[in-house]
């Protein structure tokens, strides 16, 4: 029996002994394969893929031009003016230049105005008058509703026009397009930083040019639409597991009237996380490869005064509870609008009572804050807020993880990072004495004021000079706040007001089809005040205002709005059937009728103008415009009804006769 011991501890030790050889002769091998690579000149793989999509087609960001002096410029394409500003610069880079890009989406972009007023553009301004030795180049190379990933791969092209420095406010936009991630559970974190691992040897980069040069080979020999279709911006063939987009964007909210398409999904949610934790790394080692540094900034939104996009209920609410809630709902709203601080307690404590049903409700977290901020109870409506803007359905705001993500990412990377949402807080904290950020920073839910804009170059400033990636005087010394300050006076007397009213009026006009009224009217005011007169932006106002429950204040906006002699088509309706509520048939039926002239296929109208004649009893044409609205739109219960009461009423007039 010893001797059988004995000899099976001997195989066991041998078995793993031979494993062991084997390791060491694998690693053995590469080791040495690395080495000879080395040698003959072979560089280190720095890129990182992105495992998860890819793209349809690949349309460059910049376009390749020659001036007549024989100098080669680079330019945005005209087929990308849609979501970028135009930008031009020298294609090689001057001598004693410093070439920065800023990336990201919208704010980047300089949304809702252009790139003279975006940090990008005040960066342009401010840099020289800080450090005059050299000449600085900024291109803003943001895209309106770009999501990392296609950050990432604009990055990639961008990193072969000599840069020196990449900003990156990359944050908002993770969740505007679909993908289904219908592999992410197979990749796990160690799966993917064992890719990213691999990536940065010298074997694994020599073995991607052989596969790339040979997908080339077989991507010109084939002239088949599939193999075309399937072919990264390389060259290489994408992976069956990679999700393939479209060149440009594709926005969920393109496709629907408001954000209806967004449901609660916490898988999906979590993938979106996971690939933009990857598309930051991406980024870093998009910029280490090409020499240049980068700096991150974090996240910041309106919270006070932007309610969420999407509420959505837990699922398994029981009927009584969803009766309760509703009247816990109603309850809050009618004492919440008040300056009474008995009645907003009130508020609270039917707020917490819903929130206690249905945690999972954004709406009422956001409602509560507004509630405590009303009491000053500053801690307890940042909590709340944060809380709103967490359970958004539709989350067009970074959550908190997106933040949570940068920072450690920048952390572990030892990367600058500008901590935006911690200036601004500062910042509020010092003119408002809360930290509360609201329309007083923001023209929408993410975009900054012009203000705001140019305090955040300033502030990525300080952290580069902080960091001596730039020189000269420091961006806080006193001895430059006169030509700091002559530099605002110079962008801010050349920004064009009417342009700037035309921005003001398409936010307006965004806001108010996703149903956010109460947002969407201060942007409606601040349009008119640099268009005065325009009619899209009356009849926006007094749209919100009708729907934010004050209908006498929309009534007068649009008297304004016909008192000017403007034709509106758009309005009639919207202002004959106000008319009507507010008891004014006559008069409704005017504006209804002309808004059947102007569409003689609108129900809606027919159907309005219908119960207007019910009410003057004029039975007939009230029967006549109802079976019209029927049969443009056979069924509707409401049409029936009236219909049924106008041959009724007809009926006993024709008896009384």
């Known amino acids: 029996m010893n001797r059988l011991n004995r000899t099976q501890q001997k195989r066991k030790l041998s078995l793993t002994k031979k494993m062991l050889f084997s390791v060491v002769a694998t690693l053995g091998f590469f080791t040495i394969l690395e080495t000879i690579l080395a040698v003959v000149g072979v560089q280190r793989g720095d890129r990182i893929d992105d495992p998860f999509v890819g793209f349809s087609d690949v349309n460059p960001l910049m376009e390749l031009s020659q001036r007549d002096s024989g100098e080669k410029i680079l330019s945005t394409a005209k087929n990308k003016l849609r979501w970028f500003n135009a930008q031009s610069f020298p294609k090689i880079k001057p001598p004693g230049t410093k070439r920065i890009f800023s990336m990201g989406g919208s704010t980047t972009y300089g949304h809702p105005y252009r790139d003279s007023t975006s940090f990008s553009g005040w960066l342009r301004e401010f840099l020289p008058v800080v450090d005059s030795s050299q000449k600085w180049e900024v291109i803003n190379a943001g895209g ?67 596969l790339k040069q040979a997908s080339k080979w077989t991507t010109r020999s084939s002239k088949t639409a599939s193999q075309s279709a399937n072919t990264t911006s390389s060259g290489a063939e994408l992976s069956s597991d990679v999700e393939l987009l479209p060149a440009e964007v594709d926005e969920i909210l393109n496709h629907t009237i408001g954000p209806v398409d967004y449901h609660r999904d916490v898988d999906w949610r979590a993938n979106v996380l996971t690939h933009y934790e990857t598309n930051l790394r991406r980024m870093i080692a998009i910029a280490k490869r090409s020499g240049a540094q980068i700096v991150f900034v974090t996240p910041t939104a309106n919270e006070k005064n932007c309610s969420p996009f999407k509420s959505e209920h837990r699922h398994g609410l029981t009927p ?34 819903a929130i206690q049903i249905d945690p999972n409700y954004a709406d009422y977290h956001y409602r509560l804050g507004k509630a405590y901020f009303a009491l000053h109870r500053y801690s307890d409506a940042q909590q709340s807020l944060s809380s709103a803007l967490n359970e958004d359905v539709c989350p067009l705001r970074a959550v908190p993880k ?30 408002h004495g809360h930290s509360i950020l609201g329309d007083e920073y923001f023209l929408d839910h993410v975009h900054p004021t012009v203000d705001v804009n140019r305090r955040l170059a300033l502030w990525i400033i300080e952290e580069l000079q902080s960091r001596s990636l730039v020189l000269g005087t420091s961006v806080v010394d006193r001895s430059l706040s006169k030509s700091l300050a002559a530099v605002e006076t110079k962008v801010l007397s050349a920004i064009d007001t009417e342009l700037q009213g035309f921005a003001l009026r398409n936010l307006a006009k965004v806001l108010h089809w996703a149903g956010k009224f109460e947002e969407a009217a201060p942007r409606a005011r601040d349009a008119m005040e640099l268009l ?28 304004k709005l016909f008192a000017n002699g403007e034709d509106y088509p758009r309005a009639f309706q919207a202002y004959g059937e106000l008319l009507a509520e507010q008891g004014k048939p006559s008069q409704a039926k005017a504006y ?42 056979p069924g509707d219960a409401a049409t029936l009804f009236y219909l049924e009461a106008a041959k009724t009423r007809q009926r006993e007039q024709l008896d009384g006769h």
């Open 144 to 210: 309106i509703s770009y999501a990392s990933y296609r950050v990432a791969a604009l990055m990639d092209e961008l990193a072969q026009y000599e840069p020196d420095l990449f900003v990156v406010y990359s944050v908002h936009n993770e969740f505007l397009e679909r993908r289904t991630y219908r592999r992410m559970f197979e990749k796990s974190q160690l799966n993917l930083r064992s890719h990213a691992l691999l990536a940065r040897s010298r074997t694994w980069e020599l073995m991607d040019r052989m």
């Open 320 to 353: 009584l509870d969803s009766e309760r809630l509703e009247m816990l709902a109603n309850n809050a709203e009618s004492q919440s609008n008040t300056a009474n601080a008995v009645e907003i307690l009130e508020a609270v404590d039917d707020l917490q009572k």
């Open 402 to 431: 997106i933040r949570q993500a940068v920072e450690r990412i920048c952390r572990e990377m030892r990367v600058p990072m500008v901590d935006f949402e911690q200036r601004l807080r500062q910042l509020c904290e010092s003119e």
């Open 532 to 559: 005065p007169n325009d009619p899209e932006s009356q009849f926006l106002l007094a749209d919100c205002l009708n729907n934010i429950g004050r209908p006498d204040d929309a009534l007068l906006e649009y008297e």
């Open 592 to 633: 209804l009728l002309l808004a059947i002239l102007q569409n003689p296929k609108n129900a809606g109208a027919y159907h309005r103008l219908g119960v207007v004649h019910l009410q003057l009893g004029e039975f007939e044409f009230a029967i006549e415009s109802l079976e019209e609205s029927n049969r443009l739109y």
